[in-house]
């Protein structure tokens, strides 16, 4: 990018939220995924009036734009892969409105999702959306990626809580698709557009969010079993039961060295599988929910199954589940993350053809994630520095994608395709759909200045 450029965007922002230094470069060229593509410019943006200038600067002189939340994607989302401008976003920080009468909060894209969470429940509210990121992810990169987490299975993921949106597209102009209402069908459903489309379509400025009542009780149960065949069987059963937790997690053995390694929170590690089951409601129905989940368990197999009622013993068990991540990358020097998603009744023979690649392919590989939703993290693990081990890591993904599909699942449940999974996405969804997405992306952003190299 030439000087003269460089300083048109700087006059747009100002010094202070400039910056094309080696450090801030380097800093802003990775994600979650350790991939590395270096910015020509790192810029922050503070309010939409900036992000309309920026846009159209960079449409006119044909710049990419990579917009940027906390940069925790797990596919590569937001690394600038041909230079251009790393967009952040986590300056638009502010919760707009807690509109309490109407269920409604209205923010700015680089609020972190957990403050959005703790402000709400001080109202009595609930936003239920909570990757395991959510101490760090903005709600602009939730949008984007549709992230998902543990209570999916009873609340959705993000995209069910979307109701309208502020966007900025590509060639400047601003969109407000939906709005604060829930029902609302006038015209396509941009919102839902928007929702997964991994920054490739416009930068979003601002979020109208659904919330909920906070439910009144919570109860969380520990689970350990003696193999993970029986861990998986009781999340069939409990699915089958009629019993809807708020969530229901899977670690195997691996995940429950690594976390104790990490976190020494008292985890059997001579276990072969530990479910986390919370349900969440009125006291009343979660003693009784509580005592039929337990008693499940039990005749599933479990060594124990015991109740985490006190806030911070919780509080502790989640922690621990979502250390998972961090702890497992503790166990190598590298490894390939995916997050296939099958139908949760396909969970076990998921996890039996994971074991087969595993020991064919003489590979670690380490599950875990939301079991309630057919979600499950596999973590392949590899050593760059022996030779021929990351290619058997890869091609052991790849076998992993295709075990998923055939068990009518996906590619991705909830990272999203980016750079990552980009030469998968046709084998899951046919080439005349990728056409369609192409051609959508042209209509939204005619000269692929939006976050090119994505998906596609
Ligand atoms: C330890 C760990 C645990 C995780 N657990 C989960 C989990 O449980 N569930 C889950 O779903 N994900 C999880 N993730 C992945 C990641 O946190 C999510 O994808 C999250 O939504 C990304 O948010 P972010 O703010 O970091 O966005 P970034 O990583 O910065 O960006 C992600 C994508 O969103 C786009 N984007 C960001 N902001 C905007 C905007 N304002 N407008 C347009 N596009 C934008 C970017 O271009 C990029 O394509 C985890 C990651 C880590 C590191």
Redesign the pocket.
């Known amino acids: 990018m030439d000087n003269n450029l460089k300083k048109e965007f700087k006059s747009i922002v100002g010094s202070r939220n400039y910056s094309d230094g080696e450090a801030e470069r380097f800093c802003y060229s990775y ?2 995924t350790r991939l590395q593509y270096r910015p020509d410019i790192v810029i922050f943006a503070e309010n939409t009036e900036q992000v309309v200038r920026i846009a159209k600067l960079a449409n006119e002189n044909r710049i990419p734009l ?10 590569g ?2 690394l600038p892969v041909k230079g251009g401008v790393a967009l952040c ?2 300056k ?1 920080n502010r919760i707009k409105e807690i509109d309490v009468a109407n269920l409604v909060a209205t923010v700015e ?2 609020v972190v ?1 957990a403050d959005l969470r703790r402000a709400v429940e001080a109202r009595g509210l609930f936003y239920p959306p ?5 101490e ?15 209570t999916c299975i009873k609340y959705g ?2 995209r069910s809580y979307i109701l309208g949106l502020e ?1 900025v597209l590509g060639t400047g102009d601003v969109i407000r698709p939906g709005g604060v209402l829930v029902k609302n069908v006038a015209g396509y459903d941009l919102v839902r557009l ?1 929702c997964g ?4 379509l ?4 601002e979020i109208n969010l659904r919330l909920i009542p906070l439910p009144e009780g919570k109860t969380t149960i520990m689970a350990i079993f003696p193999s993970v065949e029986q861990a998986a069987k009781t999340v069939a059963r409990t699915v089958q039961s009629r019993i809807l937790p708020a969530a229901l997690e899977f670690m195997d053995a691996t995940c429950i060295m690594a976390v104790e390694r990490y976190k020494k929170i008292g985890l059997p590690t001579d276990a072969g599988a530990v479910l986390i089951i919370e349900a969440d409601g009125p006291a009343r129905v979660l003693a009784a929910q509580r005592e039929r989940i337990e008693s499940l368990c039990r005749e599933c197999g479990a060594i124990s199954a015991a109740s985490a009622d006190d806030e911070k013993e919780r509080e502790n068990l989640w922690q621990a589940r ?1 250390a998972i ?2 702890a497992v990358s503790s166990l190598a020097p590298r490894k390939v993350n995916e ?1 296939v998603a099958v139908p949760p009744a396909q969970i076990p023979e998921l996890l039996r053809r994971i074991d087969i690649v595993a020991k064919e392919m003489d590979l670690v590989i380490a599950n875990f994630g ?1 079991a309630g939703d057919g979600n499950i993290h596999v973590n392949i693990l590899y050593d760059p520095d022996v030779q021929g081990m990351q290619k058997r890591a890869e091609d052991a993904a790849e076998r992993v994608f295709d075990i998923a599909l055939e068990l009518n699942g996906t590619i991705t449940g ?3 395709v ?1 750079i990552t999974k980009a030469d998968f996405l046709e084998k899951q969804i046919g080439r005349k759909q990728v056409e369609l997405m192409r051609a959508l992306k042209g209509v939204f952003d005619p000269n692929n200045i939006m ?1 090119p190299g ?1 998906i596609f």
């Open positions: 994600d979650a990579f917009p940027r939340g906390a940069g925790s994607g797990f596919s989302g937001s976003l986590t638009m894209p680089g999702n909570d990757p395991a990121s959510l760090f992810s903005t709600i602009g990169g939730n949008v984007a990626e549709c992230a998902g987490g543990p993921v993000t966007v928007f489309s991994e920054g490739t416009g930068i979003i400025t979502r991540s961090s997050d939301h909830e990272h999203g980016g976050n994505k």
